[in-house]
């Protein structure tokens, strides 16, 4: 059996499947087409899983989870923690010192990193609790 075009069982309804077959993402609303690949797939299995519910989305609606597993996940079956890989959360809020290293930038494999006070990002210069060590 090839991976180009076959039939799976998905909530008792056999599912056309494979990289050949086009369709619809399944998020409702969404009429992106797509290819009902293993790429597309979320979970692990097509047809669905305990990691995922088999459905095949389009890349706006598949997400990489955080947690240690192969495949994707579109975002009713990512982890409450995870459903908004966008989101900050608490982490740093315009105008507030968010307590980085301050000082000179740091060298890191994407590029040099600054402090958000010092670039205008972060808070009051009187109000940055990262900067630069006092002498």
């Known amino acids: 059996m090839g991976y180009a075009h076959y039939l799976i069982v998905r909530n008792g309804q056999a599912v056309e499947a494979g990289y050949a077959v086009a369709a619809e993402c399944d998020q409702s609303g969404c009429t992106v087409e797509i290819r009902r690949g ?64 301050g000082g000179d930038p740091i060298e890191t494999p994407i590029g040099l990193v600054y402090c958000a006070c010092r670039i205008g990002q972060g808070a009051d210069p009187e109000n940055c609790a990262c900067g630069p060590a006092e002498d």
């Open 38 to 101: 293993l790429d597309a797939l979320c979970g692990e299995t097509p047809g669905g899983d305990e990691h995922g519910c088999g459905g095949y989305f389009c890349d706006d609606h598949l997400h990489i989870p955080l947690v240690d597993q192969d495949g994707y996940l579109c975002g009713g079956c990512m982890p409450d923690d995870e459903d908004d890989p966008d989101e900050d959360g608490e982490d740093w809020q315009p105008g507030r010192c968010d307590r980085c290293t």
